[in-house]
């Protein structure tokens, strides 16, 4: 059995190319095939010539210059890799004055050399990274708020599409811009001040740690599958999550499961590439930058801030666990589950992590063993973590698939963390050439860097590679060229064995390298492929087109810069006339800013969001290379969040009021309000009353009696509620009337409280105006409720007086006595208890009489 190590790394796939960061496969044989050489011969790396231009212009600046050279072929089949450097550098003397040194007429120059507008100056920001914008200012305050988003500079990295990794800062992160935009934390109801940056930044409440899992054949099936997406005929830039970890273990006898968990923390959107503020560092590469096309120059850009920015993404974390094993193996794992008695739901574990959704699922109840868990290997199971506290990263590293309980803290742990150990994850990029611009010859410079991307892209990509045998997929790991066989297979060429899924001497086809653009014919170019490397023999063809054409607009473009900026392409051309950038307007920008402005252009202001524009919003370029705008405003139609003492909550909350919303005031539990009880935003943009009137006191509660509910209410959560009729117990039978329906009938006095208490009216009635049921019997089987059974005679007698315990438990009601003066209060079981003595009393009120 052969067993291949692989180490890989984080990773994100392009569609124009595939790079697999594979680390040197230590191959080792089975006893059978030990003493085998591979009947490949080592390829050895070679450096091609260097640049055929020679040496890059000097530098004015750095007093430098540099020449560069690519690799012609990579090492393969264990071959030596190339050594040495792909460029170099020389000093020189340059008659041309360093960029840095020039002024910036109007506007302010940084310490760097940037140039900003003078708006910006002594606004209380820091403009400049080096804060030199500041230096010489009185206090004054742009903005009421200072603190931006947590890690919101991860959000300006550079990132490297080869080496797949970020680089240097491209955005300024830290500039303001002038503008005071805020963004709400829901969960600890903290505001942040958006750097100028970033359009939108959103917190996620709470974290989702759910698992997702993946299962292949084998480690070749997984990469393959992931080169699918860079299958394609276009050249448009694209991006995948995919997550390489770092010792992955490759057996062609088992299959690969992969466990994924994202766990996101806040959302980012960047501004569209017009509107981003750039890092003093990248703004003063580009403008050292040639404006002759120099690869080697434009590289040394590239090798430094990478090849594309973050246009959007997410700040959080990523953990996948790679596991290879036998297929039977990985179904159990990903069938596995458990009922807990305790439990609303039922419980999943996702290999030896357990996580569990109600707070009645006891921890003892987890320690369940899993038999087949011992037949995992612990060389067959890794990790791979993106983001979080790396003392919790340790530890989530070793798990031990015997300690599922320890494994599910130590998730739990890591998890909690990546709200303060953040990395960008699910990023989508963009080309870095769409940042070019600030400086001199800024569309001249944009169109050679997009040049030289392409050309950096295509230089180290697996179509360089030699095929592999037996259809193994051959991928690109730092400048060496690499076999992953299929299962069956081994060897540096993947030469020996047969794959197991197919018939001997198949051969699918793969792609060779792309040619060089064709010149331009009618508005087009062209370039093609061929499906040699190798060429298919009984196998699958292909996928994709051999042919790609598309639009020359090179020329086009260049013939347009040409105009714009004439004297970037010869010296002793005049530059176009231009006015300077547009004068500032506070809480605004302008809509699609050009790096250019000849005579007669027309620019469009706009506001930020919640700012309103007032005005006449288009200012022109004149001939005497002034602005002329009219009278211009963002004025802000909204509150702010009031400023409540600390133990005063308000609702609703979030960052803006619209004149005229109120928010109430509450107080928590065990406090009282004293002040207002709600405040408005008024036409001044201020709070009224003001918020400070109101303030939380504490108070002790008074002990209180337990709540006693009359017969014909139920006590409920404190508070009496009415009865449903059917709910009444035994009561004294009255004649009433339904007012509504105009029908009167015998009820039970508790029955008519009732309907009564739910709203219908019902009004006493005299007794002749009721059909009374004649009674048949008076057996002690039918006493009513106000007589008792005599044992000795078996016949009912009446209730006394003081039979009628309780009087609480009664209705009392108004009865005028037979030769009595004025009615009194007695209680129902009273009432009966004399009519069935045979006493004359009259009910006038089925209420307590009036004193």
């Not at 790396?390 to 320890?406: C, D, F, G, H, R």
């Not at 950038?581 to 000849?598: C, E, S």
């Not at 007669?600 to 006449?616: M, N, P, Q, R, V």
């Amino acid at each position: 059995m052969l067993l291949w190590i692989i180490t890989m790394k984080h990773v994100f796939l392009h569609e124009v190319f595939l790079v697999s960061l594979l680390s040197s496969a230590a191959v080792i044989h089975a006893v059978s095939v030990r003493s085998i050489r591979s009947v490949s011969e080592p390829v050895h790396c070679k450096w091609g010539p260097w640049s055929p231009e020679s040496w890059s212009a000097c530098d004015g600046c750095s007093k430098t210059q540099t020449q560069s050279r690519s690799i012609a072929v990579f090492s393969q089949f264990g071959g030596q890799p190339c050594t040495g450097s792909s460029s170099r550098t020389q000093s020189c003397i340059s008659a041309q004055v360093c960029p840095l040194e020039e002024g910036c007429g109007e506007r302010f120059r940084c310490q760097s050399g940037k140039c900003i507008s003078q708006s910006l100056v002594c606004n209380g920001d820091y403009d400049c990274e080096d804060s030199s914008d500041e230096w010489k200012c009185d206090s004054k305050v742009m903005c009421d708020l200072q603190k931006p988003p947590p890690n919101v500079e991860l959000t300006g990295q550079g990132f490297d599409a080869l080496r797949k990794e970020a680089r240097g800062t491209v955005i300024n992160t830290k500039s303001f811009g002038g503008l005071c935009r805020k963004t709400f934390s829901g969960d600890r109801k903290d505001l942040y001040r958006l750097p100028q940056s970033v359009l939108r930044y959103t917190f996620q409440v709470t974290a989702k740690n759910d698992f997702t899992d993946e299962s292949f054949d084998s480690s070749w099936h997984y990469l393959n599958h992931i080169e699918k997406h860079s299958r394609t005929s276009g050249t448009a830039y694209g991006h995948d999550d995919y997550v390489f970890h770092n010792e992955l273990l490759q057996s062609q006898s088992k299959n690969l499961l992969i466990m994924k968990s994202d766990v996101d923390v806040a959302q980012f959107q960047n501004q569209a590439p017009e509107y981003l503020p750039l890092s003093e560092e990248f703004w003063k590469a580009l403008l050292s930058l040639p404006v002759t096309y120099d690869y080697a120059a434009y590289r040394n850009v590239l090798e430094r801030f990478g090849t594309h920015y973050i246009s959007e993404g997410t700040l959080g974390g990523q953990f996948r666990l790679f596991l290879m094993a036998s297929q039977d193996i990985i179904k159990k794992l990903q069938s596995v589950q458990r009922d807990y008695k305790q439990c609303v739901k039922t419980s999943h574990s996702i290999l030896f992590i357990i996580r569990w959704t109600t707070e009645d699922c006891k921890e003892e109840k987890i320690n369940e063993e899993q038999p087949f868990y011992e037949s995992i290997p612990k060389n067959d199971m890794t990790t791979d973590i993106f983001g979080g506290d790396p003392a919790y990263i340790a530890k989530l590293s070793m798990l031990n698939k015997n300690t599922p309980v320890e494994n599910g803290r130590a998730f739990s742990q890591w998890s909690g963390s990546v709200k303060g150990f953040p990395k960008v994850i699910k990023p989508k990029l963009r080309p870095l050439h769409e940042l070019v611009k600030e400086v001199s010859c800024a569309g001249v410079k944009k169109h050679h860097l997009k040049r030289a991307i392409e050309t950096y892209l295509s230089e180290k990509h697996s179509c360089h590679c030699r095929e592999c045998k037996n259809n193994g997929l051959r991928v690109l790991d730092n400048d060496v060229c690499k076999c992953v066989c299929k299962p069956g297979t081994v060897g540096q060429a993947c030469e020996y064995g047969t794959p197991q899924d197919e018939q001997p001497g198949v051969i699918h086809g793969d792609w060779a390298c792309w040619s060089s653009w064709s010149t331009c014919k009618e508005g087009q170019k062209s370039r093609s492929r061929s499906c040699s490397r190798p060429t298919p023999s009984g196998g699958r063809d292909c996928i994709g087109n051999a042919m790609e054409t598309t639009v020359c607009d090179d020329d086009q473009e260049l013939d347009y810069l040409r105009s714009m900026e004439p004297h970037c392409f010869e010296n002793s051309l005049t530059p176009r006339k231009s006015c300077k950038i547009p004068p500032f307007l506070a809480n605004g920008f302008v809509l699609y800013p050009k790096d250019a402005y000849p005579v007669g252009s027309k620019i469009e202001y706009a506001c930020i969001e919640g700012f309103h524009l007032t005005g006449d919003p288009i200012a022109e370029c004149q001939e005497n290379l002034d602005w002329v705008r009219h009278q211009i405003e963002c004025k802000k139609p909204l509150c702010g969040l009031p400023q409540l003492p600390s133990d005063v909550t308000g609702s609703p909350w979030k960052p803006t009021y619209n004149i005229g919303e109120a928010v109430s005031l509450s107080c928590p539990e065990g406090k009282v309000r004293e002040g207002p009880g709600e405040i408005q935003c008024n036409a001044g943009l201020s709070w009224s009353p003001q918020p400070k009137e109101t303030s939380c006191l504490t108070v002790f509660k008074p002990t209180t009696l337990p709540v006693q509910c009359q017969p014909w209410e139920n006590l409920s959560k404190d508070k009496c509620v009415c009865k449903v009729p059917h709910e009444c117990k035994s009561s004294l039978e009255i004649c009433a009337t339904d007012v509504k329906r105009g029908r009167t009938r015998t009820l039970s006095l508790c029955k008519v409280q009732a309907m009564r208490c739910l709203g219908h009216q019902y009004t006493l009635a005299e007794d002749s105006a009721c059909k009374w049921p004649h009674r048949s019997s008076t057996a002690c089987p039918d006493c009513t409720l106000w007589e008792t059974c005599d044992e000795k005679t078996n016949s009912c007698r009446c209730k006394t007086s003081e039979e009628c315990s309780s009087p609480d438990a009664w209705i009392h009601v108004c009865v005028q006595q037979e030769g009595a003066s004025a009615p009194v209060t007695m209680t129902e079981c009273e009432v009966a208890v004399r009519k069935c003595r045979g006493e004359a009393l009259h009910i006038v009120s089925i209420q307590p009489c009036q004193s």
